[in-house]
């Protein structure tokens, strides 16, 4: 394998691709990056077994071939070059760089050794824009659980319907579900539980201008657009039914300023014991009160206008949850609406057209 590629393309290409190697791993070909040299370009593979990430970079091919090689030490060695042409080749097992003066030689290991890629055919997929896909991931993917115990709930579920994309998540505290309008294809409708790490480098991969293809071939889905490529194993089983947990009946609505509730609850939050962050938040017509009482460090109290003309209510929530689905809000104010202090609240985006964006949260136990 003989090539030469701008420094530049190469830096990109090598940032594209680690990001998907593991940071640690008992299987030392892991930790290398494929490298594929073709008359066209040259393709880079990674992947931590789970998600792959293929990449294709121009580059000048003077001879074909393939070898793996230390992704990270590259990205690191390419990241110091002059920027200068660089010429990549290979000495049987070793990939040589020389740029300028610069000259490395890392040792590599066989291109059969590498895990071969899931194969996913995108002739029956779906065409989605990257803008749609990434304000999907980016607005649900934040709830998803990190606990072992349910492995369906470490899974965003993504619904495809005909016109329709919606990505759920959920921790089983709190609930994150966004649904955007697509082109109608005319494509059977989908379910998809895709690992949160496969979207967060759709996310990072893909930008909001480009198309991207999507289809999937028994447990691998595939993401692909011109020159970079996106495969990850779904998780498999039922996603719990989130209908039945996003509540139809709240009834005490108020209307608030996104900011300063958000900058109310991290207050509060400095106040609120470790183990539960609980607050307490008192509704009565015009405001809200907010109360922190932690008995072996203080307390706090805090108030803000609101739109609400309900009946009186108080109900207690985790601090961090509230801050989380409020980061996440794309609008200036929000409704927030429950029911009693123990069924779960819904927070929404206000205004006129507001996305549809649905966030749950749980409220904790108020004890006395």
Same mark, same amino acid.
């Given at each position: 394998?003989? *090539? ?47 998600? +792959? ?60 050794? *590498? ?6 055919? *995108? ?45 759920? +998540? ?26 949160? +790490? ?84 008192? *509704? ?85």
């Amino acid at each position: 394998m003989n *090539f030469t590629i701008t420094r530049q393309n190469l830096h990109t290409g090598l940032a594209a691709v680690s990001a998907s190697i593991p940071s640690k791993t008992t299987l030392p070909v892991l930790s290398n990056i494929l490298f594929e040299a073709a008359a066209d370009g040259v393709w880079m593979s990674g992947t931590d077994l789970d998600v +792959a990430v293929r990449v294709k970079v121009l580059a000048d091919v003077k001879e074909p071939g393939s070898l793996t090689a230390p992704g990270k030490k590259l990205q690191e060695i390419t990241r110091e070059l002059p920027d200068q042409p660089v010429e990549v080749a290979t000495r049987g097992e070793q990939i040589e760089l020389k740029c300028g003066r610069s000259h490395f030689k890392l040792n590599g290991l066989p291109a059969d050794e *590498f895990p071969t890629l899931a194969s996913v055919d *995108f002739s029956d997929g779906i065409t989605v824009t990257g803008k749609a896909l990434n304000a999907l991931i980016h607005h649900t993917s934040f709830a998803v659980s990190t606990e072992e115990s349910r492995p369906i709930l470490n899974g965003v579920l993504w619904e495809l319907r005909d016109g329709e994309m919606k990505m759920v +998540a959920t921790n089983g505290h709190r609930l994150a579900r966004m649904s955007v309008k697509v082109e109608a294809t005319g494509t059977a409708s989908a379910d998809f539980i895709v690992p949160p +790490a496969a979207l967060t480098q759709v996310q990072r991969l893909f930008k909001d201008t480009e198309s991207l293809e999507v289809a999937k071939s028994g447990n691998h889905l595939g993401f692909r657009a011109d020159t970079t490529e996106v495969y990850t194993r779904l998780i498999e089983g039922t996603y719990p039914n989130y209908g039945q947990v996003i509540p139809r009946d709240n009834d005490k609505v108020a209307t608030i300023d996104k900011k300063l509730l958000e900058s109310a609850v991290r207050r509060m939050a400095v106040v609120a014991s470790d183990q539960t962050h609980r607050i307490r938040m008192k *509704f009565e017509s015009g405001r809200v009160h907010l109360n922190v009482l932690t008995p072996d460090l203080g307390e706090g109290h805090d108030e803000l206008e609101v739109g609400y003309d309900g009946e009186e209510l108080e109900i207690g929530f985790n601090a961090n949850y509230l801050l989380e689905v409020l980061r996440y809000m794309p609008s200036d104010e929000v409704k927030v609406a429950f029911k009693a202090p123990e069924r779960a609240a819904t927070i929404e985006p206000a205004g006129e057209g507001a996305a549809d964006y649905l966030c749950l949260v749980m409220p904790l136990r108020l004890l006395d």
